[in-house]
């Protein structure tokens, strides 16, 4: 993958397949401050990438290598890595969980992190989901996880992701 670029801000953007953006209020450098914004495809509106009914466990995930830059970017000293995403129909939902892990080897302090996942249409955002967890400076491959579901009638149109990382000291 190739980074697109960094952009400031916007009150619009578009990203294409394969692409990561980052939106923050600073200057390029890869060390950020809280709260950090990536934006990345979402594979999920395609439903070929999802599992079948009742299968979960087996379900599989995104290719790891689809967020790889992700663990280019610091915010205040914590990266994610690993980033992967899988569904599975439930209905008229899509049950959809999200797993990676955290690194905190330039962290200064021990971090209470939140990641907030953002299904965004243009300048819409059409839904929206968190998790939250906590890393001891200095940690590296603390794992996460968490699901949400959302309708699948949000998938109809290309949806763009945007992953929203805050950290605090604790």
């Known amino acids: ?11 619009s953007f578009s990203v294409e397949a394969g ?22 495809p979402f594979p999920l509106t395609d439903s070929a990438q999802w ?6 466990g087996a379900v599989r995930w995104t ?4 967020y790889d830059e992700f663990y280019d970017y610091y915010c205040d000293g914590v990266r994610i890595g690993d980033f992967q995403l899988r569904g599975e129909p439930d209905g ?14 330039r962290a200064n302090h021990d971090k209470a992190v939140e990641i907030t996942v953002q299904l965004v249409d243009g300048d819409n955002v059409v839904f929206s989901a968190k998790g939250s967890d906590k890393i001891e400076d200095g ?12 309708p699948q009638t949000l998938l109809a149109s290309p949806l763009t992701m945007r992953v929203i990382v805050r950290t605090r000291d604790y």
Do not use: C, N, R, W
């Open 51 to 56: 599992g079948e009914p009742g299968t979960f």
């Open 1 to 11: 993958m190739k980074l697109v670029g960094i952009a400031l801000l916007l009150a």
């Open 139 to 150: 940690d590296h491959h603390d794992k996460f996880d968490f699901g949400f579901v959302m």
């Open 92 to 105: 008229d939902k899509l049950s959809v969980h999200v797993k990676g892990y955290l690194d905190a080897t």
């Open 19 to 40: 692409a990561i953006q980052v939106i923050q209020d600073v200057d390029t450098s890869k060390d950020m401050h809280s709260p950090m914004e990536l934006l990345a």
């Open 63 to 66: 290719e790891p290598h689809v």
